[in-house]
């Protein structure tokens, strides 16, 4: 199962990201997240102890290894160098394992034709593209804020993308957006996740205003999704009722795929 999961800057991407990795790693399943986030918060929301969390580079910014790949310093613009480097390493080398998740920070990731062409670009799709063709038994990609960065010749792998949503029609606005670049690329499997929802009324204004998409489920608003951010502990564990909203979702997606098959 390969999800990848967008929307809105500050929708809660990311606290989904970690409560569905939590979530197949209970099941025993074999995870591997990755945080394609600039700066990096997956680790925080998974509760990763701060030694391991000190072990966490994004890929993106390891200077010295996009070197040893690509055959060019980062930044370089024009020269030479490999645009397919190895990268069948990464992800066991750079990635941590906490409580059954494996994560893998990559850092920012321009999967679009727009993205210059450079060594560091080389790399990071070479690499997303590399885990995409991966025989992981669960990849839960956490994107970047925003559209533009999807890629036509990557993400057409994923098995279904997860829109975050909060009840405000701004950011039904970027699914909408969203919605439109992912079938145009090929994405077929989408789904619509409403978070921060405080009541029926919240339940009623998502299910009246999707933008054509089904709902995969809801999380409730909730003020212990800082406490556990402040805390550094796993809004997972923190939270029960996103632990069990996410374990709903997970017997939906999978029962999805089942009939997919
Ligand atoms: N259900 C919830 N209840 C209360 N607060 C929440 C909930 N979900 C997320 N938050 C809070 O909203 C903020 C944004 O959440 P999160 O980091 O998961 O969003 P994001 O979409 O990944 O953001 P970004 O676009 O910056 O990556 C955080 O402070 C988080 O603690
Ligand atoms: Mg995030």
């Known amino acids: 199962m390969k999800l990848a999961i967008t929307g809105k800057g500050g929708v809660g991407k990311t606290t989904l990201a970690a409560l ?58 024009g020269g030479f160098f490999t645009l397919n480097p190895r990268v069948d390493d990464i992800p066991e080398r750079f990635s941590v394992l906490y409580k059954g998740v494996r994560l893998l920070e990559m850092g920012s990731v321009d999967l679009g034709g727009s993205g210059c062409i450079c060594p560091e670009s080389a790399m990071l799709k070479t690499l997303f593209t590399h885990l995409l063709f991966r025989k992981d038994d669960v990849l839960i990609l956490d994107m970047y804020a925003g559209v533009e ?13 997860l829109i975050v949503v909060e009840p405000t029609r701004r950011s039904l606005g970027t699914a909408g957006q969203i919605k439109r670049l992912a079938q145009d690329i090929g994405i077929k499997n989408l789904w619509l996740v409403g978070n921060k929802v405080r009541n029926q009324e919240d339940i009623d204004f998502l299910e009246s205003e999707t933008p054509g998409l089904p709902l995969l489920g809801f999380l409730h608003v909730d003020l212990a999704v800082q406490e556990a951010d402040r805390l550094g502990l796993p809004v997972y564990e923190y939270v029960p009722g996103l632990k069990k909203a996410a374990c709903e979702m997970v017997r939906k997606l999978e029962a999805g795929q089942t009939e997919v098959l």
Not at 40 to 62: D, N, Q, T, V, Y
Not at 149 to 161: E, I, N, P
């Open 20 to 77: 569905l990795a939590q979530e197949y790693a209970d099941m025993n399943r074999q995870v591997l997240a990755v945080d394609a986030d600039p700066s990096p918060c997956l680790a925080g929301a998974l509760g990763f102890p701060s030694e391991l969390r000190s072990k966490l580079h994004p890929i993106a910014e390891m200077d010295e290894l996009i070197e040893e790949r690509t055959g060019a310093k980062p930044g370089t613009i």
């Open 149 to 161: 960065h999807l890629g036509r010749a990557t993400v057409d792998f994923v098995d279904a993308m």
